[in-house]
C-alpha cells in the first residue's frame, strides 16, 4: 500500500523525484521516466492495483540513479550491496550500488532494491517487478536499435512475459557471446530458471 512506502519511494513514484545523492545525466532522467511509463503502462494491462504501480513506476525512474557517479564510489556501495560486488564489471556497478544507498536510507524492500540491483544483468530470484523492470529496461521506447522487434516485445510483455523474457535474455547473452565478452552468472542462472519454466 502507498502508506507503507517509504517516502523517497513514493515520491519517485509520484513525481520521478530522484534522492539528493543521484548522480544521473539528464538524458538518464529521461531514460528511467519512459521506463517508468513502460512498467506503469504494462501493470495496468496486467491489473495491477495503483499502490503497486506506484512502486513499478518508482523502480523505472531509480533503475539508473546512480548511472554517471565515479566507478569508485560504485564498487564501494556495491561491496555494500552483495558479496564480491566490488568485483562487478564497471558498466553494471550502478545497480548493485543503488540498491545499497536505498538500503541506507532505510528502504525496507528487498524486491525492490534486488531489482534494481541486478537490472542489467537480470537475476534468478526475480519476482515480477524484477522480471518487467529488466524488460522495460531493454524495450522502452527511447531505444532505437531493432525498433520494430522491440515494439513487438513490448506488446508482447504483458500477454507473454516469460515468452518476452526468454527472449530478451537470448539475445543479450547471444550479444555478449558474438563479441566475446564475459556473462554474469546472474544472467545465465536467470536463463536457466526461464528455459526450465
Known sequence: ???????????????GELPAW?????????????????????????????????????AGHLHDALKDAPEGELRALAAEATPGGEDLPAPILHGPACAARLQMDGVG???????IAWH?????SFDRLGRFLYLADFLEP??????????????????D?????????????????NRGRPIALPSLELWNR????
Open 1 to 15: 500500500m502507498t502508506e507503507d512506502l517509504h517516502p523517497l519511494v513514493a515520491a519517485a513514484g509520484r513525481t
Open 22 to 58: 543521484a548522480v544521473c545525466v539528464p538524458p538518464r532522467r529521461e531514460h528511467g521516466a519512459r521506463v517508468a511509463a513502460l512498467l506503469d503502462a504494462w501493470g495496468e494491462r496486467l491489473g495491477v492495483p495503483e499502490s503497486e504501480r506506484l512502486r513499478w513506476r518508482a
Open 109 to 115: 524492500d528487498p524486491e525492490l532494491r534486488d531489482a
Open 120 to 124: 542489467s544483468t537480470g537475476h534468478p
Open 142 to 159: 527511447g531505444r532505437s536499435a531493432q525498433a520494430e522487434w522491440r515494439a513487438f516485445l513490448r506488446d508482447r510483455a504483458p500477454v
Open 161 to 177: 512475459p516469460n515468452g518476452a523474457l526468454e527472449e530478451v535474455l537470448r539475445w543479450r547473452i547471444a550479444h555478449l557471446l
Open 194 to 197: 526461464v528455459a526450465g519454466e
